[in-house]
């Protein structure tokens, strides 16, 4: 099991919350007329976003390994693996999402991966090796 490539979310997607959590902390420094508990309230969200913001920046949604494909639609949201070998097809709804058609233990499944967090040439390139490596052809 080893790993061929991982996908970033795009740089907006990553920088959203870093920067959403210290414009919190800035307006509950900057608000003086505010009463105490709602400038402690602002700064614990904009360290929270902060936090999440950390975490989204450092994970991969789609990691591709030599033998099954991995995705995660957030950072602490449950790992989907499919095995290319169980991929039946693969469906394009839109840009931002494919749908895969898959075994899993006997029992057809249906996953749908959301892409949109990645940006169109890592879109392409997910594709091509969910292509590749299934042997499927992507259906529009």
Do not use: W
């Amino acid at each position: 099991m080893q790993l061929i490539c991982a996908f970033k979310a795009k740089p907006v997607e990553r920088y959203a919350q870093l920067f959403g959590g210290c414009v919190l902390i800035a307006f509950a420094l900057a608000m003086s007329s505010l009463s105490d508990e709602i400038r402690f309230l602002f700064t614990v969200f904009g360290v929270a976003g902060i936090g999440f913001g950390l975490l989204s920046h450092f994970y991969h949604p789609f990691r591709v390994f030599d033998e099954h494909l991995e995705s995660r639609k957030t950072p602490i949201s449950p790992k989907k693996t499919i095995p290319y070998s169980s991929i039946q097809s693969v469906k394009k709804k839109g840009e931002s999402k494919i749908v895969v058609h898959h075994d899993k233990e006997g029992t057809a499944k249906r996953t749908t991966l959301y892409t949109g967090l990645l940006a169109k040439d890592d879109r392409d390139a997910l594709m091509e090796h969910i292509g590749t490596r299934a042997n499927v052809v992507i259906q529009d």
